[in-house]
């Protein structure tokens, strides 16, 4: 049972445009929301995070979207940069340590 | 300023034999979380301990898999008689405290078991 979904397996987007990932849960209890990236042979970074009380959090050139209707978050980024090239995992938690991990988006920025 | 350590960051085991994974969270660091990443899939939780305590090993297999963090020392994960099914990305994450919503987990560069 896959509660944090990414169903957009890879993705490949030009470098300087817009970046977009999706993330789907369908647990209604999560109430915080993170996007970290990894590199090859590398642990995952913590990228950007956001709580149920928000709808949008920026940081720099990504911002996270929350859309708890929908149960639906994604990512973007702006502009898109070769080095941003990644796999890009979201993760849910229901006010607890324990975060959920979708399966990951391989990002590919085309220079 | 180091982030979170691990070691070994590859290891190969016979089955049968026993991989012991280390990990020494981030200074100031007193939480420490272990996930699983099989191939193709995402990082999933196994435990999560605090200093000589276990706190939640929901994720664990019941058999095999043993988790500690001693009073001096790494966290260690001790996986006893592997089989080829263990195969994977062991990642050890730390945070500061479990509290509230929003401590981010810090992650270490994982160790990459692999049983032949």
């Known amino acids: 049972d896959q509660q944090v979904k990414q169903n957009s397996p890879s993705l490949s987007v030009q470098e300087g445009r817009i970046s977009i990932l999706n993330c789907d849960y369908t647990?209604?209890?999560?109430?915080?929301f993170l996007w970290y990236k990894k590199y090859p042979a590398e642990g995952p970074t913590f990228l950007i995070s956001?709580?149920?009380?928000?709808d949008k959090n920026e940081d720099g050139r990504f911002t996270v979207f929350l859309n708890k209707s929908a149960k639906h978050l994604s990512l973007h980024i702006v502009p898109s940069q070769p080095g941003d090239s990644a796999v890009y995992f979201c993760?849910?938690?229901?006010?607890?340590?324990?975060?959920?991990f979708g399966t990951g988006t391989r990002l590919k920025v085309l220079a | 300023n180091a982030g979170v350590m691990q070691n070994p960051r590859h290891l190969v085991r016979r089955r049968g034999q026993e991989a012991r994974l280390r990990c020494s969270p981030m200074?100031?660091?007193?939480?420490v979380y272990w996930y699983r990443q099989l191939p193709e899939e995402g990082l999933k939780f196994m435990v999560y301990?605090?200093?000589?305590?276990?706190?939640?090993e929901s994720g664990m297999p019941k058999e095999r898999f043993s988790a500690e963090f001693p009073k001096e020392g790494p966290s260690i994960l001790r996986i006893q008689q592997v089989v080829r099914g263990d195969s994977a990305a062991y990642f050890c994450?730390?945070?500061?405290?479990?509290?509230?919503?929003?401590?981010?987990?810090?992650f270490g560069p994982g160790t990459r078991l692999t049983v032949t």
């Open positions: 200074k100031g660091h007193s939480h």
């Open positions: 994450a730390s945070s500061p405290g479990s509290g509230g919503i929003s401590y981010e987990q810090y």
């Open positions: 956001i709580s149920s009380i928000k």
């Open positions: 993760a849910a938690s229901g006010g607890t340590y324990k975060y959920i």
């Open positions: 301990l605090q200093k000589e305590n276990i706190i939640d």
């Open positions: 647990n209604s209890m999560f109430d915080y």
